[in-house]
């Protein structure tokens, strides 16, 4: 296992309301990533981070922000959630030097 | 934005068959890696290719990069029910540059 859990696994909520996605890893390591997945799309980069207090966009970081205030930590935070976020979503930390990509199991949210 | 499109989107094959799955774009990559995803899980890494024309095997599976780095193909010889899953390439433009963008993905169900 790669030391990685996402919190909550399931969650279900209305429009409009905040939510708020954690990704805690255990491998210390520096990058680290929150993809959504929806069919047909495979998995779209919402927003990547490169250290404490260093993250930078994917190519559908609208309506998503992020923070990162410890190397364990990265946030994913939906400020007002749409219908059209309901998704499953993946953090993933990057192996130290294989470039490999180790994913969470998942948090499925529903925007109701 | 890099795209990545695969296909088929579905296969659905008997125990035993050959398959060849495609990834396939109009720009270049540093790299590109393979995952299999199955149900309720995260994506797992089955492989890298990183020169172009290289041609790597794991067991029944085959991979290959295309010689311009634009492309890349999975077979799969003599298909088994544990293949079954969702198979997503995903490439790295740039060395140096850690975002990786997944393809669109293909549904192989393997039946017994």
């Known amino acids: 296992d790669a030391g990685i859990t996402q919190s909550p696994r399931h969650k279900v909520t209305e429009t409009g309301t905040p939510v708020t996605l954690r990704c805690h890893q255990t491998?210390?390591?520096?990058?680290m990533y929150w993809y959504r997945q929806d069919p047909g799309h495979g998995l779209r980069l919402i927003h990547y981070?490169?250290?404490?207090?260093?993250?930078d966009k994917g190519e559908v970081s609208d309506g998503y922000s992020v923070s990162r205030s410890k190397t364990e930590d990265f946030l994913l935070t939906l400020e007002s959630a749409t219908s059209s976020q309901t998704s499953v979503y993946f953090c993933?930390?990057?192996?130290?030097?294989?470039?490999?990509?180790?994913f969470g199991e998942g948090s499925r949210l529903t925007v109701l | 934005t890099q795209l990545l499109e695969q296909s088929p989107q579905f296969l659905s094959i008997q125990e035993g068959e050959n398959l060849t799955v495609y990834c396939n774009s109009s720009s270049v990559f540093s790299s590109l890696q393979w995952y299999r995803q199955e149900p309720g899980e995260g994506p797992v890494l089955l492989v890298t290719?990183?020169?172009?024309?290289e041609v790597k095997k794991l067991k029944r599976l085959t991979f290959q990069f295309g010689d311009a780095r634009k492309d890349s193909s999975l077979h799969i010889t003599a298909a088994q029910p544990g293949d079954t899953g969702l198979y997503l390439c995903a490439g790295k433009a740039n060395f140096g540059n850690e975002k990786l963008t997944f393809g669109t993905g293909t549904r192989l169900t393997i039946i017994p």
């Open positions: 993933a930390i990057a192996g130290q030097y294989t470039g490999e990509l180790f």
């Open positions: 491998e210390n390591h520096r990058y």
């Open positions: 290719v990183v020169t172009g024309g």
């Open positions: 981070s490169y250290g404490v207090k260093d993250t």
